[in-house]
């Protein structure tokens, strides 16, 4: 198959568990081995420098996407093949999904899951068909997981949200998941209208 320009939304912060940063290196070396791009957010510490320099490692083509305001705090990653550097968060976001074929989601942090939550909307609302998958070995995720069933039980979302999204906890599946094709979600009229998922 044709390399894929794979999205990773990752944390950049430095507090975090090293597993979680060896485990970015992880994604960026499988990604590198099956012939894939990065694009992710543009810097280069914790988890998203690490997934960046490990797909370069492999030989890769890296993508970074950074807005102006965060050039300095997140410091930007300069060896990137092409560094987009974005006016706000919501032109990267939009440059990210342009950029990208599928999406990878690691744990992270409230950027983290603002980038899942818009890109599973979409993808549920049948705005996009592109694979989304989470990445959670260690579980980090597992109260969202519950969360969004109970959502589901109450009325408040669609059980079908979760036919949007993979969900594991290995590295080779994630990418497995990617490759695969993926049944296209359908928005219903009752979607649209209610904006509830």
């Known amino acids: 198959m044709t390399g894929l320009a ?12 090293p ?9 960026g070396a499988e990604l590198a081995r099956r012939g894939h791009g990065l694009v992710s957010g543009g ?11 490990a797909a370069r490692a492999g030989g890769a083509r890296t993508v970074g996407v950074i807005p102006e305001g965060l050039v300095s705090v997140e410091v930007s990653d300069e060896d990137n093949d092409e560094l987009i550097v974005t006016p706000d ?10 950029r990208s074929d599928a999406f990878l989601v690691l744990p992270g942090g409230i950027g ?5 939550f818009e890109i599973w909307t979409a993808r549920v609302l049948g705005m ?33 949200i979760f036919d949007a999204i ?28 209610e904006a509830e998922l």
């Not at 794979?6 to 568990?17: E, G, L, P, W, Y």
């Not at 597993?19 to 994604?27: N, Y």
């Not at 810097?43 to 320099?53: D, H, K, L, N, P």
């Not at 599946?173 to 979600?185: M, V, W």
């Open 6 to 17: 794979v999205c990773v939304f990752c944390a950049s912060s430095s507090r975090i568990d």
């Open 19 to 27: 597993v979680h940063v060896e485990l970015a290196a992880q994604v």
């Open 43 to 53: 810097a280069q510490v914790s988890c998203m420098g690490a997934v960046a320099r």
């Open 89 to 98: 968060m919501r032109s990267r976001k939009g440059e990210m999904d342009a």
């Open 112 to 116: 983290t899951l603002e980038e899942l």
């Open 128 to 160: 996009h068909e592109k694979p989304v998958v989470i990445l959670d070995p260690t579980g980090v995720y597992a109260p969202l997981k519950e969360l969004m069933a109970g959502l589901a039980e109450q009325g408040f979302v669609r059980p079908k």
């Open 166 to 193: 993979g969900w594991t906890a290995s590295v080779t599946e994630a990418f497995d998941l990617l490759e695969r094709s993926q049944p296209k979600i359908q928005a219903t009229h009752e979607d649209l209208a």
